[in-house]
């Protein structure tokens, strides 16, 4: 890059304004706001984005001249950012944006065969290392009927503890406040297998965890002990009348 300014291209300024208004359209190019020797005999000139979604953003011509041309070339004409330009965000691949309850009705979201949450379920003791090697252990098993082709693996069920734990775990404001647990309530209903020691599903239509899996340390106020006193609904007093004995049977009548 030299510092010189070539002398026929740094003057050809409507050359170079042209030639962005073309690339640009009619009032999208404004000023001009300098010229920059890229190299001997080449210069770019710099105008304006009048584009009001564009604004700090500029316009960038460059022209080139062979030796002894009193001519210019335009070699290249493009819009680039300022300093003060508005920019779009850094672009992140799906697999890294995707969060938890990203799919939804009639979306589908592919398992990748490197997945670290599943392992094979029946493999005779091969582990899959390429697409048709896993294509065909999933055809032996479906003709076999030996059950699921992958299953859960350690890491996956440590990534849904640890997930569970910090949603319905005992370190919420709900079961901080709760009464009991959800351990010793009745509307706790326990996983099967490895998972149970420490897990279940609420099965409370009127608690905010109903039908989500909650820990065993988990709670929340509406607790099957929770007697009505502690719900808050006042009950009616009682009135007793006076007992009237009979031979073999005390009858006692309630009245309002």
Known sequence: MTDKVDTV?????EVARQAAIAEAGPGQVGEHLGVVAE????????????????????????????PRARTVTVDDVVLLPGDEAL??????????RIVPGDVGPGMLMAT???????????TAGADPKTPDEAIEIRAVVRELGLGRTRVLSKEGRD???????????????????????CAGCGYFIRLRGELGAAFGVCSNMYSSSDGRVVSIDHGCGAHSDVVEERRGIALPPILWNDAVETASTTVVSVFD
């Open 112 to 122: 990748t065969l490197e997945d670290p949450r599943l392992e094979p379920g029946y």
């Open 39 to 66: 190299d001997e005999r080449l210069v770019t000139h710099i105008f304006e984005c009048s584009h009001p979604g564009y604004r700090g953003w500029h316009w960038a011509v460059t022209l080139a001249r062979v």
């Open 87 to 96: 920019l779009a965000p850094r672009w992140v691949p799906w697999s890294d």
């Open 159 to 181: 990534l849904a503890c640890e997930r569970w734990l910090r949603t319905a775990g005992s370190d919420t404001p709900e079961a901080r406040q709760a009464p009991a647990p």
């Open 9 to 13: 291209a740094g003057a050809a300024v």
